[in-house]
Structures are given as structure tokens and as C-alpha cells.
């Protein structure tokens, strides 16, 4: 595979010990920055940075799905100034690689409500989705606004929509109908999910998606990831036995 652009994962064996998607948690932006005496902004601009990187790994090592953990609608309790600071990210991000991300091949999503976001930034993230709509070498799936609750109720508020208006059947209702509902109606289900900077929990990323996913946590703060943070937790992932509820093969004998 070319070592220094973005290539397709078309060819390499999705043998179950890689991984075709991978969702990340980004955070530890604000313990780095306070690390170094900084203010946060510059946490949350080095974890701009720290995506480029992870963005750029992420094909070389197989990877067909990226979808990443922005902005969560939690994150709108944080002081102003900072929600300030990351509602600019996307700008920051897309203004020096979208021309890029376009040119090799990412198709780029934006999930999560666009409803509290500036009109400027809808149409930032619209036009971002819009220029890569084409591409099929890598998918980059941005988290931005997002929480995974509301949008398992919004997708419940639809159904129960088109129940109301004689469009659908409850009977209709099955797990494959409702991930077809879900933000992220258009991926495979993550296989792993990494989060760096210590903390051992979801924060309501990816809920329903994360059923069957490998979780990996890793003491690195998210600025100070790159392809060797992502390469340890490839080999994590790797190591693990994904049975999907079902035994091991090597059991079935021995189960009788
Ligand atoms: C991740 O870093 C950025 C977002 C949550 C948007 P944090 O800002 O959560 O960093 P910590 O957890 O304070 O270190
Ligand atoms: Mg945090």
C-alpha cells in the first residue's frame, strides 16, 4: 500500500483480527494543555492535529471506517468560551485538509443534530459531506453535536411518526429497521472503540451501534495520539476473542 497518501483498504483480508471500523473517543485535549501551562484552546487545537495524524494512519493500517467523537451535546455545558473554541474546530480542520480528504478519496459524514449549530457551520459541515459524497477509498464519519440517546429517540419519534401516518407497521420494527434509522444507518457497526486519556467510558457515543464492538482504552491524551497509539490498540484488538455471544470454536467439541 502507498505509505504516504490515503489508499483503500480494497485487498487487505478483514480476517476479524482487524478491524474495519474504528470509533474514537477523542479527549484528553484539556489535560494536555493544563500539562503544559496552556490555555485550553490549545489543547483542542493539538487535537486537531492529533485527527489529521490519525486520519492519515488509519487506511495504511486497513481501517474502511473512521468515525470520530467532536462535539457531544453534552459538551454544551462547558463555559461558552470554550464551546466557542470547539464549535471553530470543524472550520480549523476542514479549511486545511478538506481539499485533501477530497482528493484521496474520503467520503466524509457529519452525524449528530444540526439543530443549535450557527447556519455558517450547517453549512460548512453540508458542504464538507457534499464535495466527498463521491468518494468510496475511506470513510470518515465526524461526530459533531451528536449523542447517541437523542438519536435513538429521534429515531423512535420517527417510526412512531410514520406509524401515526399509516407509512409503517409496528410489526415492521426489527434491530435491522432500527439501525437503518440511526444517524449511522450508512456504516457497519464499529468493531472497536478507542478511547485515549484514561477515562473508562462511553459518554453516550455509539450506544446502540457498540453492541458487539472491542473496547480500548489507552493512557495517552488524545493531542499526543498517532499511528503508534493506533497500531498498540489494532494489536489489542487483535488479541481478542469475538465470539458474539456464541462459544469458541475450539469449545463447540467440548460443550458436547
Ligand atoms: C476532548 O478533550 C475534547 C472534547 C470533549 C470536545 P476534553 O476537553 O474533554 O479534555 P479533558 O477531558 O478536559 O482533558
Ligand atoms: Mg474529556
Redesign the pocket.
Known sequence: MAAAEISSNAGVPQDGARPLHVAVV???????AKQRGLP?PL??RA?VEALRRTVSAAPKLGIGWLTVF???TE?WSRPAAEVAE?MALPKRYFESDLARLEREGVRVRVIGRREGLSDELVRLLEDAQARTAHNTVFNLNIAFNYGSQTDIADAARRFAEDVAAGRRQPSEMNEAVFAGLLATADSPPPDLIVRP?GEQRLSNFLLWEAAYAELVFQDV??PDYGQEHLEAALAEFAARDRRYGAIASDDVLAAG
Open positions: 477523542m479527549d484528553g485535549n484539556g489535560r494536555w485550553r489543547g483542542h487535537g467532536g462535539f457531544s459538551n470547539l486519556s491524551l488524545w
